[in-house]
């Protein structure tokens, strides 16, 4: 069963960015279309960005585009999350998951989630 793992989490400031990553094992991650997913204190979980297996699409939530940017290295195994112009409303766990189909919008297919990592956008 493919496994992920988040990282690349942490405390900046607003204006400031972080890159998060998200590793597989247990698979090879270009069978699988990836979403990040993102979950505050008190809301709801929303999709973030999602792309292609190939990574010839991408989709954004409409908040973050133009400041996030999501790609893949499916040599190493490894999607991505770059993160620019971050906003105190930024903050939140954010999710790797990875599932059989992508979709536009993004949508949550059933597939497994990592464990998050904590994003914190504070002055």
């Known amino acids: 069963q493919l496994q992920l793992v988040e990282s690349g989490g942490g405390l900046v400031q607003p204006g400031g960015s972080l890159r998060l990553s998200c590793a597989a094992s247990?698979?090879?991650?270009?069978?699988?279309?990836i979403a990040w997913f993102r979950q505050a204190p008190g809301k709801e979980r929303e999709a973030v960005s999602c792309i292609s297996f190939r990574g010839g699409r991408t989709n954004y939530h409409y908040s973050v585009k133009g400041r996030f940017t999501i790609s893949r290295d499916n040599a190493k195994n490894t999607a991505y999350l770059q993160m620019n112009n971050l906003k105190p409303e930024d903050t939140a766990v954010y999710y790797c998951?990875?599932?059989?189909?992508?979709?536009?919008?993004?949508?949550?297919?059933?597939?497994?989630w990592g464990q998050g990592t904590q994003v914190t956008v504070s002055s």
């Open positions: 247990g698979g090879t991650l270009d069978h699988y279309a």
């Open positions: 998951v990875a599932d059989l189909l992508y979709s536009d919008p993004c949508t949550y297919g059933g597939g497994p």
